[in-house]
Nanobody, 121 residues
Framework: QVQLVESGGGLVQAGGSLRLSCAASGSIFSINVMGWYRQAPGKQRELVANIISGGSGNYVDSVKGRFTISRDNAKNTVYLQMNSLKPEDTAVYYC???????????????WGQGTQVTVSS
């Protein structure tokens, strides 16, 4: 199995910045994709950004130019730098990865527990 531990959420004023981190651990053979979803109250979970190994980030339109995703493959860690935050960015942010573990040849999705980001106006 794969465990994902997130950190970095919190309360910030509009225009401020936060940096989320997510570290993966466990019997990992390889991690293909790492990224972040978010879910605001009363809304569906949406993909915010993801990054493949050795590739560049992909972003939902609403965060392009403000958020930057990066990855440290040696540490199995993904980061989300969030700048120019807006109240509409308020949500629980969930880290995820698509990984292959030692006992299974097929890649699977794994999820973190979520971290709250609140942006005040």
């Amino acid at each position: 199995q794969v465990q994902l531990v997130e950190s970095g959420g919190g309360l910030v004023q509009a225009g401020g910045s936060l940096r989320l981190s997510c570290a993966a651990s466990g019997s990992i053979f390889s991690i293909n994709v790492m990224g972040w979803y978010r879910q605001a109250p009363g809304k569906q979970r949406e993909l915010v950004a993801n990054i493949i190994s050795g590739g560049s980030g992909n972003y939902v339109d609403s965060v392009k130019g403000r958020f930057t995703i990066s990855r440290d493959n040696a540490k199995n860690t993904v980061y989300l730098q969030m700048n120019s935050l807006k109240p509409e960015d308020t949500a629980v942010y969930y880290c995820y990865c698509i990984a292959t573990i030692a006992k299974s040849p097929l890649p699977s999705h794994y999820w973190g527990q979520g971290t709250q980001v609140t942006v005040s106006s």
